[in-house]
Protein backbone atom coordinates (compact mmCIF):
# COMPACT_ATOMS: atom_id res chain seq x y z
CA UNK A 1 0.00 0.00 0.00
CA UNK A 2 1.05 3.22 -0.59
CA UNK A 3 3.29 5.21 1.94
CA UNK A 4 3.57 8.85 0.54
CA UNK A 5 5.82 11.24 2.98
CA UNK A 6 2.99 14.22 2.69
CA UNK A 7 4.96 15.90 5.19
CA UNK A 8 8.04 15.85 3.01
CA UNK A 9 6.56 16.99 -0.24
CA UNK A 10 5.16 20.41 1.23
CA UNK A 11 8.20 21.44 3.23
CA UNK A 12 9.36 21.26 -0.38
CA UNK A 13 7.01 23.63 -2.08
CA UNK A 14 8.56 26.97 -2.10
CA UNK A 15 5.24 28.26 -0.88
CA UNK A 16 6.15 27.42 2.36
CA UNK A 17 9.78 28.36 2.44
CA UNK A 18 9.57 30.43 5.28
CA UNK A 19 7.02 28.59 7.56
CA UNK A 20 7.67 26.24 10.19
CA UNK A 21 6.10 23.04 8.56
CA UNK A 22 5.66 19.85 11.08
CA UNK A 23 2.62 17.46 12.02
CA UNK A 24 0.23 17.44 14.94
CA UNK A 25 2.56 15.67 17.31
CA UNK A 26 4.24 16.53 19.73
CA UNK A 27 4.07 20.41 18.48
CA UNK A 28 2.89 23.46 19.99
CA UNK A 29 2.93 26.65 18.87
CA UNK A 30 4.45 29.68 20.69
CA UNK A 31 3.13 32.66 18.81
CA UNK A 32 6.69 33.28 17.08
CA UNK A 33 6.36 33.48 12.77
CA UNK A 34 4.62 30.91 10.62
CA UNK A 35 3.64 27.43 11.13
CA UNK A 36 1.85 24.93 9.37
CA UNK A 37 0.60 21.54 11.18
CA UNK A 38 -0.78 18.74 8.95
CA UNK A 39 -3.44 16.67 10.87
CA UNK A 40 -4.15 13.53 8.84
CA UNK A 41 -7.60 12.17 9.78
CA UNK A 42 -9.82 9.24 9.42
CA UNK A 43 -9.70 7.38 5.44
CA UNK A 44 -9.58 4.25 3.93
CA UNK A 45 -7.22 2.18 2.77
CA UNK A 46 -7.23 -0.17 -0.33
CA UNK A 47 -5.34 -2.95 -1.67
CA UNK A 48 -2.99 -1.01 -3.63
CA UNK A 49 -4.42 3.15 -2.54
CA UNK A 50 -5.59 5.37 -0.14
CA UNK A 51 -7.60 8.11 0.14
CA UNK A 52 -7.00 9.75 3.31
CA UNK A 53 -8.70 12.97 4.71
CA UNK A 54 -6.47 15.63 5.85
CA UNK A 55 -6.86 19.36 7.75
CA UNK A 56 -3.85 21.57 7.09
CA UNK A 57 -3.68 24.02 10.26
CA UNK A 58 -1.80 27.36 9.56
CA UNK A 59 -0.67 29.69 12.52
CA UNK A 60 0.35 33.55 11.51
CA UNK A 61 1.04 36.98 12.90
CA UNK A 62 0.29 38.44 8.82
CA UNK A 63 -3.63 38.16 8.27
CA UNK A 64 -3.54 39.39 4.96
CA UNK A 65 -0.61 37.90 3.73
CA UNK A 66 -0.90 34.54 5.16
CA UNK A 67 -4.54 34.41 3.41
CA UNK A 68 -3.72 35.45 0.13
CA UNK A 69 -0.77 33.41 0.12
CA UNK A 70 -3.03 30.23 1.42
CA UNK A 71 -5.96 31.06 -1.44
CA UNK A 72 -3.15 31.21 -4.02
CA UNK A 73 -2.06 27.64 -2.91
CA UNK A 74 -5.16 25.87 -2.70
CA UNK A 75 -6.31 27.58 -5.97
CA UNK A 76 -2.63 26.70 -7.58
CA UNK A 77 -2.41 22.86 -6.20
CA UNK A 78 -6.26 21.58 -6.15
CA UNK A 79 -6.71 18.52 -8.31
CA UNK A 80 -3.01 18.94 -9.39
CA UNK A 81 -1.67 15.46 -9.25
CA UNK A 82 1.95 14.83 -8.16
CA UNK A 83 4.82 11.81 -7.75
CA UNK A 84 6.33 11.16 -4.67
CA UNK A 85 9.22 8.73 -4.63
CA UNK A 86 9.47 7.21 -1.33
CA UNK A 87 13.37 5.90 -1.84
CA UNK A 88 12.39 2.26 -1.86
CA UNK A 89 11.90 1.58 -5.66
CA UNK A 90 8.17 2.54 -5.08
CA UNK A 91 6.46 6.13 -6.80
CA UNK A 92 3.36 7.24 -5.84
CA UNK A 93 0.90 8.95 -7.60
CA UNK A 94 -1.10 11.36 -5.66
CA UNK A 95 -4.06 13.77 -5.78
CA UNK A 96 -4.99 16.86 -3.61
CA UNK A 97 -8.25 18.31 -3.35
CA UNK A 98 -8.04 21.14 -1.93
CA UNK A 99 -10.96 23.55 -0.11
CA UNK A 100 -11.11 27.46 0.24
CA UNK A 101 -8.84 28.52 3.74
CA UNK A 102 -11.21 29.54 6.91
CA UNK A 103 -9.90 31.50 9.29
CA UNK A 104 -10.49 30.15 12.37
CA UNK A 105 -9.24 31.86 15.20
CA UNK A 106 -8.20 35.57 15.35
CA UNK A 107 -6.37 37.52 17.39
CA UNK A 108 -5.74 34.86 19.52
CA UNK A 109 -3.58 35.49 22.99
CA UNK A 110 -0.15 33.32 22.31
CA UNK A 111 2.88 33.76 24.03
CA UNK A 112 3.51 37.44 23.78
CA UNK A 113 1.87 37.48 20.32
CA UNK A 114 -2.09 38.09 18.87
CA UNK A 115 -2.10 35.35 16.11
CA UNK A 116 -4.19 34.20 13.46
CA UNK A 117 -5.33 30.57 12.40
CA UNK A 118 -6.69 29.45 8.78
CA UNK A 119 -7.62 25.71 8.03
CA UNK A 120 -7.58 23.78 5.21
CA UNK A 121 -9.68 20.88 4.63
CA UNK A 122 -8.09 18.31 1.82
CA UNK A 123 -7.94 14.84 0.49
CA UNK A 124 -5.60 13.09 -0.41
CA UNK A 125 -6.19 10.37 -3.67
CA UNK A 126 -2.50 8.08 -3.30
CA UNK A 127 -1.97 5.08 -5.51
CA UNK A 128 0.68 3.58 -7.40
CA UNK A 129 1.24 2.99 -11.16
CA UNK A 130 -1.66 5.18 -12.43
CA UNK A 131 -1.59 6.49 -15.63
CA UNK A 132 -4.35 9.48 -16.49
CA UNK A 133 -5.09 12.38 -19.12
CA UNK A 134 -3.26 14.99 -16.82
CA UNK A 135 -3.18 17.28 -19.01
CA UNK A 136 -5.72 18.19 -22.67
CA UNK A 137 -4.73 20.30 -25.12
CA UNK A 138 -7.10 21.59 -27.87
CA UNK A 139 -5.44 23.25 -30.93
CA UNK A 140 -2.57 23.58 -29.24
CA UNK A 141 -4.39 25.60 -26.30
CA UNK A 142 -4.30 23.86 -22.59
CA UNK A 143 -7.60 23.86 -21.30
CA UNK A 144 -9.19 22.87 -17.87
CA UNK A 145 -11.45 19.97 -17.65
CA UNK A 146 -13.33 18.57 -15.15
CA UNK A 147 -14.02 15.19 -16.78
CA UNK A 148 -12.58 13.63 -19.38
CA UNK A 149 -13.15 10.39 -21.10
CA UNK A 150 -11.30 8.47 -24.22
CA UNK A 151 -13.12 5.66 -25.97
CA UNK A 152 -11.90 3.52 -28.40
CA UNK A 153 -15.09 1.50 -30.31
CA UNK A 154 -14.73 -1.02 -32.58
CA UNK A 155 -17.43 -2.04 -34.98
CA UNK A 156 -17.28 -5.99 -35.55
CA UNK A 157 -18.26 -8.61 -38.30
CA UNK A 158 -19.17 -11.65 -36.43
CA UNK A 159 -19.45 -14.63 -38.64
CA UNK A 160 -19.54 -18.56 -38.15
CA UNK A 161 -16.24 -20.27 -39.14
CA UNK A 162 -16.64 -23.36 -40.62
CA UNK A 163 -18.56 -25.72 -37.90
CA UNK A 164 -17.77 -23.97 -34.96
CA UNK A 165 -20.28 -23.68 -32.39
CA UNK A 166 -18.60 -20.13 -31.28
CA UNK A 167 -19.10 -17.20 -34.10
CA UNK A 168 -15.33 -15.51 -34.69
CA UNK A 169 -15.63 -12.03 -34.74
CA UNK A 170 -13.45 -8.92 -36.36
CA UNK A 171 -12.74 -5.60 -36.56
CA UNK A 172 -14.36 -4.19 -39.60
CA UNK A 173 -13.52 -0.22 -38.28
CA UNK A 174 -12.74 1.53 -35.50
CA UNK A 175 -13.39 4.80 -33.88
CA UNK A 176 -11.88 6.95 -31.33
CA UNK A 177 -14.34 9.11 -29.20
CA UNK A 178 -13.10 11.78 -26.30
CA UNK A 179 -15.58 13.54 -24.69
CA UNK A 180 -14.87 16.48 -21.60
CA UNK A 181 -16.86 18.75 -19.57
CA UNK A 182 -14.91 21.96 -18.67
CA UNK A 183 -16.86 25.85 -17.29
CA UNK A 184 -17.66 28.25 -20.03
CA UNK A 185 -15.74 30.73 -21.30
CA UNK A 186 -14.76 33.72 -24.08
CA UNK A 187 -11.51 31.84 -25.17
CA UNK A 188 -10.63 30.38 -28.77
CA UNK A 189 -12.49 27.24 -28.25
CA UNK A 190 -15.72 28.55 -27.10
CA UNK A 191 -15.78 30.83 -29.97
CA UNK A 192 -14.89 28.33 -32.76
CA UNK A 193 -17.70 25.92 -31.73
CA UNK A 194 -19.55 29.50 -31.46
CA UNK A 195 -18.97 29.42 -35.45
CA UNK A 196 -20.03 25.57 -36.37
CA UNK A 197 -23.18 25.68 -33.94
CA UNK A 198 -24.16 29.11 -36.05
CA UNK A 199 -23.44 27.10 -39.50
CA UNK A 200 -20.80 30.13 -40.55
CA UNK A 201 -17.81 27.44 -40.81
CA UNK A 202 -18.07 23.73 -42.00
CA UNK A 203 -19.05 21.26 -39.94
CA UNK A 204 -16.72 18.90 -40.61
CA UNK A 205 -14.04 21.48 -38.90
CA UNK A 206 -11.20 19.90 -37.46
CA UNK A 207 -9.70 19.70 -33.79
CA UNK A 208 -6.08 18.76 -32.92
CA UNK A 209 -6.45 17.01 -29.55
CA UNK A 210 -3.43 16.49 -27.68
CA UNK A 211 -3.24 14.60 -24.77
CA UNK A 212 -0.42 14.35 -21.55
CA UNK A 213 -1.04 11.37 -19.67
CA UNK A 214 1.05 10.95 -16.22
CA UNK A 215 3.12 8.50 -16.60
CA UNK A 216 5.99 9.88 -17.88
CA UNK A 217 4.10 12.50 -19.75
CA UNK A 218 3.54 10.33 -22.48
CA UNK A 219 1.42 12.11 -25.66
CA UNK A 220 -1.41 10.83 -27.48
CA UNK A 221 -2.74 13.55 -30.43
CA UNK A 222 -5.90 12.84 -32.69
CA UNK A 223 -7.46 15.07 -35.39
CA UNK A 224 -11.26 15.28 -34.47
CA UNK A 225 -14.11 16.60 -35.36
CA UNK A 226 -17.09 17.79 -32.83
CA UNK A 227 -19.77 15.67 -32.66
CA UNK A 228 -22.31 17.41 -30.24
CA UNK A 229 -21.61 20.12 -27.57
CA UNK A 230 -23.98 21.13 -24.25
CA UNK A 231 -24.01 24.67 -22.82
CA UNK A 232 -25.37 24.14 -19.55
CA UNK A 233 -26.62 27.82 -17.62
CA UNK A 234 -27.69 28.02 -14.18
CA UNK A 235 -28.94 31.06 -12.18
CA UNK A 236 -26.09 30.72 -9.27
CA UNK A 237 -23.80 28.33 -10.58
CA UNK A 238 -20.92 28.51 -13.45
CA UNK A 239 -21.89 27.68 -16.89
CA UNK A 240 -20.81 24.05 -17.61
CA UNK A 241 -19.58 22.84 -21.06
CA UNK A 242 -20.19 19.10 -22.46
CA UNK A 243 -18.37 18.14 -25.26
CA UNK A 244 -17.53 15.27 -27.56
CA UNK A 245 -15.64 15.02 -30.26
CA UNK A 246 -15.35 11.90 -32.79
CA UNK A 247 -12.02 11.00 -35.31
Known amino acids: MPNMNYL ?35 GNNYKDSKVLPIQLSVYTNDLQTTKALLEDFAKTYNNAPFYYDNGDGTIDYVQAIYGTPMLLQNFDATGSNYTHQFVIAATLIISANVSEIKKVYIDNVEYETTSRSLVYAASLDNQRVSN ?14 FSCTMINKNNQLSNKIRSIRQGQVSLNTTFTIKFVFSDNNTEETHTMILENVGLQSENQTLPILTLAFSK
Open 164 to 177: AYINTSQASMGMVK
Open 8 to 42: SYIKSLATFADFEVTDEINYQYNGEGDALVIKYLA
